[in-house]
Nanobody, 125 residues
């Protein structure tokens, strides 16, 4: 129903940068609102962890491990969110997932929570 399309993963050397993008869509229709959009990541044999979130009003939250290196931004008009990742470290290697929380397709719709398919980020020399 609601689809999150991610892009921007890849291989980068330590100290390098990558930008992840994610856009939410629903077939040929439109989305009424999304309360929170964010990025999570999951490294091999580890639990999925929150990286950064941004509300529709622009309030951001970052994990301590990425504070000062990653920047999340949001385009409400296009239901999109991006994550600029700078000064990447090998420990940032993971599959990164886009998340959209409290998504309403209509003003009267029950809110739903959706995930993207994930995009691989590998930080290695």
């Amino acid at each position: 129903q609601v689809r999150l399309a991610e892009s921007g993963g890849g291989l980068v050397q330590p100290g390098g940068s990558l930008r992840l993008s994610c856009a939410a869509s629903v077939g040929s229709g439109s989305i009424f609102s999304i309360d929170v959009m964010g990025w999570y990541r999951q490294a091999p044999e580890k639990q999925r962890e929150l990286i950064a979130t941004v509300t529709s009003r622009g309030t951001t939250v970052y994990a301590d491990s990425v504070q000062g290196r990653f920047t999340i931004s949001r385009d409400n008009a296009n239901n999109a969110v991006s994550l600029q990742m700078n000064s990447l470290k090998p420990e940032d290697t993971a599959v990164y997932y886009c998340n959209a929380e409290s998504v309403r397709i209509r003003s009267w719709s029950l809110p739903g929570n959706y995930w993207g398919q994930g995009t691989q980020v590998i930080v290695s020399s």
